[in-house]
């Protein structure tokens, strides 16, 4: 069979170990060089594919692709933009072809969330509508843990571990201040539609650290009231209270509570601010003072306290995306596999992108609490085994030690391509 060579991208907002997946994509199609060639990086993303910016990764050693396991962000780039169907948009996919075939690329790997199966899935398609044999494998991604199939996804347990570790502690710093000064925290997390990232808020409070934590999700309709009892019975048994919100929390309207009226490049809405919000509801309604903040990238770039689960589960996932490729399958997603919590057990799984594309996965109902603002012993059993354990990046000069690729470009052959 003739050798071909890979395409890898990373999409979507990135994560703390999205190069580890990365590298176990790299390193797994080095050990097979006699059926991958090179193996060519989308620099940011399908747009390196779609405009012949590749990367060689072959410019750079064994040493520092091995060093992508420790260093956060995207090493190549990411983006968000989403392929419109064949019929909508037959350019991009002749487009893709021609660069394929230009490059003699035989293998594709997406690293993404939920939009990015949707492109993996519609390249893998190519074959049958266009007629050029593309093996297309999603790596799975996404801080959200919104990916259905999947046990859970790379990212989160390293985003849950950051917020569970910073909730405890800013909650310790407003307990300590709360007799005369600041009686509220409030916490602004990710999660537009699913409420995992916040869920882990919940794991500050334990039964050997207990904490009032009050949480709201994207999945429990915003009651003002409800909330408002709930914080003032908080900070009435405690002195204080500390309050985990997910960007994505809607009000009786339906509406985003921080909805600023823009959208992605996937039509989402642009959320950010919904902490001021709550923050002003408790200063109207409770008169109390309080103290805010946003997680935002900080959450999804903490490599530093990153959950060795999560280290480990991103590089299998990449390991296995092109171990799958090479067994000839297509259009297909590596997945994780819990075989037991006690002690934590899994293995890799495979689903079909056809029943990943596009489909989000929502907190259970049993995973939250009944008055809505907490977690069930259920939810922490599926939490805690995913935010165990440490895997510290080295350090120098007391800073992490983190590797900037060479990213040399590959040469073009194709005339420019507008997107």
Same mark, same amino acid.
């Given at each position: 069979?003739?050798?071909?060579?890979?395409?890898?991208?990373?999409?979507?907002?990135?994560?703390?170990?999205?190069?580890?997946?990365?590298?176990?994509?790299?390193?797994?199609?080095?050990?097979?060089?006699?059926?991958?060639?090179?193996?060519?990086?989308?620099?940011?993303?399908?747009?390196?594919?779609?405009?012949?910016?590749?990367?060689?990764?072959?410019?750079?050693?064994?040493?520092?692709?091995?060093?992508?396991?420790?260093?956060?962000?995207?090493?190549?780039?990411?983006?968000?933009?989403?392929?419109?169907?064949?019929?909508?948009?037959?350019?991009?996919?002749?487009?893709?072809?021609?660069?394929?075939?230009?490059?003699?690329?035989?293998?594709?790997?997406?690293?993404?969330?939920?939009?990015?199966?949707?492109?993996?899935?519609?390249?893998?398609?190519?074959?049958?509508?266009?007629?050029?044999?593309?093996?297309?494998?999603?790596?799975?991604?996404?801080?959200?843990?919104?990916?259905?199939?999947?046990?859970?996804?790379?990212?989160?347990?390293?985003?849950?571990?950051?917020?569970?570790?910073?909730?405890?502690?800013?909650?310790?710093?407003?307990?300590?201040?709360?007799?005369?000064?600041?009686?509220?925290?409030?916490?602004?997390?990710?999660?537009?539609?699913?409420?995992?990232?916040?869920?882990?808020?919940?794991?500050?409070?334990?039964?050997?650290?207990?904490?009032?934590?009050?949480?709201?999700?994207?999945?429990?309709?915003?009651?003002?009231?409800?909330?408002? @009892?709930?914080?003032?019975?908080?900070?009435?048994?405690?002195?204080?209270?500390?309050?985990? !919100?997910?960007?994505?929390?809607?009000?009786?309207?339906?509406?985003?509570?921080?909805?600023?009226?823009?959208?992605?490049?996937?039509?989402?809405?642009?959320?950010?601010?919904?902490?001021?919000? !709550?923050?002003?509801?408790?200063?109207?309604?409770?008169?109390?003072?309080?103290?805010?903040?946003?997680?935002?990238?900080?959450?999804?770039?903490?490599?530093?306290?990153?959950?060795?689960?999560?280290?480990?589960?991103?590089? @299998?996932?990449?390991? @296995?995306?092109?171990?799958?490729?090479?067994?000839?399958?297509?259009?297909?997603?590596?997945?994780?596999?819990?075989?037991?919590?006690?002690?934590?057990?899994?293995? !890799?799984?495979?689903?079909?992108?056809?029943?990943?594309?596009?489909?989000?996965?929502?907190?259970?109902?049993?995973?939250?609490?009944?008055?809505?603002?907490?977690?069930?012993?259920?939810?922490?059993?599926?939490?805690?085994?995913?935010?165990?354990?440490?895997?510290?990046?080295?350090?120098?000069?007391?800073?992490?030690?983190?590797?900037?690729?060479?990213?040399?470009?590959? !040469?073009?052959?194709?005339?420019?391509?507008?997107?």
């Amino acid at each position: 069979m003739a050798i071909k060579n890979a395409f890898y991208a990373q999409s979507g907002g990135v994560t703390a170990v999205i190069n580890a997946s990365a590298a176990g994509v790299l390193e797994t199609a080095r050990q097979h060089s006699d059926e991958i060639g090179n193996v060519y990086a989308g620099r940011n993303g399908i747009i390196g594919a779609l405009t012949e910016d590749l990367i060689d990764t072959n410019a750079d050693s064994a040493a520092s692709i091995a060093a992508l396991r420790y260093t956060p962000s995207g090493a190549f780039g990411s983006c968000r933009y989403k392929l419109k169907s064949l019929e909508q948009n037959r350019r991009e996919y002749e487009r893709l072809i021609e660069v394929f075939k230009a490059h003699n690329i035989g293998y594709f790997f997406y690293n993404g969330g939920g939009d990015s199966a949707d492109t993996c899935l519609k390249v893998s398609q190519i074959a049958d509508t266009l007629g050029y044999p593309i093996q297309a494998i999603h790596v799975p991604k996404t801080v959200d843990n919104d990916l259905p199939i999947t046990d859970c996804c790379p990212g989160f347990g390293s985003v849950a571990k950051y917020i569970a570790v910073s909730t405890r502690e800013a909650s310790f710093d407003v307990a300590s201040m709360s007799k005369t000064s600041t009686k509220v925290f409030i916490l602004e997390v990710m999660g537009r539609h699913a409420g995992w990232i916040a869920a882990a808020g919940g794991l500050a409070s334990s039964p050997d650290c207990e904490i009032p934590v009050v949480i709201l999700f994207p999945e429990i309709t915003f009651d003002k009231e409800k909330f408002l @009892a709930k914080v003032n019975h908080c900070v009435r048994e405690y002195g204080y209270c500390s309050v985990v !919100v997910s960007e994505g929390v809607k009000g009786e309207d339906g509406n985003f509570l921080s909805d600023q009226g823009l959208r992605d490049a996937f039509g989402h809405a642009q959320l950010g601010g919904v902490a001021p919000v !709550v923050a002003n509801i408790i200063k109207d309604g409770l008169g109390l003072k309080y103290h805010w903040g946003v997680a935002d990238y900080l959450q999804r770039a903490a490599r530093h306290i990153a959950s060795k689960a999560d280290v480990e589960q991103a590089y @299998a996932m990449g390991k @296995a995306a092109v171990e799958y490729a090479l067994a000839g399958h297509n259009s297909v997603m590596p997945t994780i596999v819990r075989e037991s919590n006690t002690p934590y057990r899994w293995k !890799v799984g495979m689903a079909q992108l056809a029943n990943v594309a596009n489909v989000e996965k929502m907190m259970p109902a049993d995973f939250i609490s009944e008055d809505g603002f907490g977690i069930t012993p259920a939810c922490r059993e599926y939490l805690v085994p995913l935010i165990e354990g440490e895997d510290y990046p080295p350090y120098k000069d007391g800073l992490p030690d983190y590797v900037r690729l060479k990213n040399v470009a590959v !040469v073009k052959k194709l005339d420019e391509f507008k997107i």
